[in-house]
């Protein structure tokens, strides 16, 4: 069956855009009912790669059915969704013909307690670890063979949907990651254009830049001199650095670096990354852990090292860890021999550039 131009319309836009949806496919699931006819439509999106990681769930049922308990059972066993072959329509007694004797009692119990007399199901497998299975639901004998090849004609397009969807999963996994991590170093950034308005930040950036968010076309723009830098680096060399003060009152600064623009990538008017950087102290315990298992040092050693790098004396950390002076020094002396500092300077350099900060 070929898809018609109602249903890439009123299907295939809506399963596209519905990754974006939240709740995610809403759109294109109450269009699939709809279209079928159908009281109940489930989608499962599960990682086949890590079985054991819980999948996507989505459950939408037709108006007729809205007052259903939704948190009823999953209609099919485990063992039923895992039989089917990919990219497949499989009618309601032919996945039944899966299970025998107490099993397929239980089934049958289950999609009694339910309100199930007839189904589809298709599994989409696409080229990523993420697998889909679709299911229609009816309390009735109501699906035919038009149900069943618009499911086939769609499995396509759902096997891109879905590997677009784990793309954007990945992107989202790797921007949080490094986001997390640039904050446990109290550094936070914003995307500028060549007009000072903030395009993307995150939340430290949004945070500690001093902001206009009432500015026309729903732009934020950055201060003055800020707004000079990322105009100055639009078009720049990737080497140039503009530094820039955070308002006339402002004891903080901002270091702004040229967008690199991939002649492969969508263009976009980025011009500048704006980064600022906060004070953070030490999360001593485990920067602790840290220092200790990366210089092989004991934990009263370590915890002498992060004191210093975050700005103690030998004899002011010593006092804190309840050393005497001589016991800090004799202390120091067995942290330098480890690490290979050559002096008090030295240690809180390694120390501040390990992993320390990052604990």
């Known amino acids: 069956m070929t898809l018609t131009p109602t249903d890439e319309s009123n299907l295939l836009l809506p399963l596209f855009e519905g990754i974006f949806e939240t709740p995610v496919w809403e759109t294109f699931l109450k269009r699939l009912i709809q279209r079928t006819g159908a009281q109940r439509v489930r989608l499962t999106v599960r990682n086949v790669a890590a079985p054991d990681q819980p999948p996507l769930r989505r459950r939408v049922v037709a108006d007729r059915w809205a007052a259903k308990d939704p948190g009823e059972p999953e209609p099919f066993d485990a063992s039923v969704y895992s039989a089917l072959r990919p990219n497949r329509v499989y009618s309601f007694d032919e996945v039944r013909g899966f299970e025998a004797g107490a099993t397929r009692k239980r089934q049958g119990d289950v999609l009694t307690a339910s309100g199930i007399g007839d189904a589809r199901l298709i599994r989409?497998?696409?080229?990523?670890?993420?697998?889909?299975?679709?299911?229609?639901?009816?309390?009735?004998?109501?699906?035919?063979?038009?149900?069943?090849?618009?499911?086939?004609?769609?499995?396509?397009?759902?096997?891109?949907?879905?590997?677009?969807?784990?793309?954007?999963?990945?992107?989202?996994?790797?921007?949080?990651?490094?986001?997390?991590?640039?904050?446990?170093?109290?550094?936070?950034?914003?995307?500028?254009?060549?007009?000072?308005?903030?395009?993307?930040?995150?939340?430290?950036?949004?945070?500690?830049?001093?902001?206009?968010?009432?500015?026309?076309?729903?732009?934020?723009?950055?201060?003055?001199?800020?707004?000079?830098?990322?105009?100055?680096?639009?078009?720049?060399?990737?080497?140039?650095?503009?530094?820039?003060?955070?308002?006339?009152?402002?004891?903080?600064?901002?270091?702004?670096?040229?967008?690199?623009?991939?002649?492969?990538?969508?263009?976009?008017?980025?011009?500048?990354?704006?980064?600022i950087r906060s004070p953070r102290p030490l999360d001593r315990r485990a920067a602790h852990e840290a220092v200790a298992a990366c210089f092989g040092l004991s934990a009263r050693e370590a915890a002498l090292a992060v004191l210093i790098a975050d700005g103690r004396s030998i004899i002011e950390a010593g006092s804190e860890l309840r050393l005497t002076p001589e016991t800090a020094r004799n202390y120091s002396k067995r942290i330098y021999a480890k690490t290979g500092a050559a002096g008090q300077a030295d240690l809180v350099r390694l120390v501040l550039s390990g992993l320390a900060p990052l604990a």
Not at 154 to 165: K, N, R, S, T
Not at 166 to 193: K, Y
């Open 124 to 275: 989409v497998a696409g080229r990523g670890e993420l697998n889909a299975w679709l299911v229609l639901l009816h309390e009735r004998p109501a699906f035919g063979a038009a149900d069943s090849a618009l499911l086939a004609s769609l499995a396509p397009a759902i096997a891109a949907a879905v590997q677009i969807f784990a793309s954007i999963g990945q992107m989202r996994l790797r921007l949080g990651a490094a986001e997390d991590s640039l904050a446990l170093l109290g550094i936070g950034q914003a995307v500028l254009d060549s007009n000072g308005r903030m395009l993307v930040a995150d939340a430290l950036g949004t945070a500690t830049l001093p902001l206009d968010f009432a500015s026309a076309a729903q732009h934020t723009t950055v201060p003055a001199e800020l707004a000079r830098a990322a105009a100055d680096l639009a078009g720049a060399v990737p080497a140039e650095r503009r530094i820039a003060e955070l308002g006339d009152d402002s004891q903080h600064f901002a270091i702004l670096r040229p967008v690199a623009h991939d002649p492969a990538a969508p263009p976009h008017p980025a011009a500048a990354i704006a980064s």
